[in-house]
């Protein structure tokens, strides 16, 4: 029996407004103690908004976070998988697109998030498949730091 990231994938999703400020996303992201949030426009997920976007588009850049933004800062295009999708397939894609968190919609909606964390503390199999595609492709730093704590 094959695993689905419906499996593993963390349900209570925390979104926010494309056209709130870095401020309320630092905020929510504080509140939540998380290191992502969905970001919706019209109730429809338009991209995310992660620590390390924060910290390239906003920190580095010294913009002020009162007046940015959510919808200038965030990654987009959204990559997002059904909710039956194989966890070795979801593994591959966020290699193959160097991500590290991975939405999940069902019936075109909203339903979860599952993260390389998430896949590497899950099962030893996954850990394998894990470390076969490290091998195979060159992750980046911030994929590489969670692979050698929970692979190595």
């Known amino acids: 029996m094959s695993l689905k990231v419906e499996d593993v994938m963390v349900k209570e999703v925390v979104t926010i407004d494309a056209n709130k400020t870095a401020k309320d996303a630092a905020d929510m992201m504080?509140?939540?103690?998380?290191?992502?949030?969905?970001?919706?426009?019209?109730?429809k997920a338009v991209g995310i908004l992660t620590e390390r976007d924060m910290l390239k588009r906003v920190i580095s850049e010294a913009r002020d976070p009162e007046i940015t933004k959510v919808k200038d800062i965030m990654s987009?295009?959204?990559?997002?998988?059904?909710?039956?999708?194989?966890?070795?397939?979801?593994?591959?894609?966020?290699?193959?697109?160097?991500?590290?968190?991975?939405?999940?919609?069902?019936q075109g909606k909203l339903s979860g998030?599952?993260?390389?964390?998430?896949?590497?503390?899950?099962?030893?199999?996954?850990?394998?498949?894990?470390?076969?595609?490290?091998?195979?492709?060159?992750?980046?730093?911030?994929?590489?730091?969670?692979?050698?704590?929970?692979?190595?």
């Not at 504080?30 to 970001?39: A, Q, S």
């Not at 998988?81 to 591959?92: F, G, I, W």
């Not at 964390?117 to 730091?145: G, N, V, Y």
């Open 113 to 152: 998030l599952v993260t390389l964390t998430d896949l590497a503390r899950f099962q030893p199999q996954m850990i394998k498949i894990l470390k076969q595609l490290s091998q195979m492709e060159h992750a980046p730093k911030r994929m590489q730091k969670v692979l050698d704590y929970y692979i190595a």
């Open 76 to 106: 987009k295009p959204l990559i997002v998988v059904e909710s039956d999708t194989e966890l070795e397939d979801a593994a591959r894609l966020m290699f193959k697109m160097k991500i590290k968190k991975l939405p999940i919609i069902q």
């Open 30 to 43: 504080n509140r939540y103690e998380i290191g992502c949030l969905l970001v919706v426009k019209r109730g």
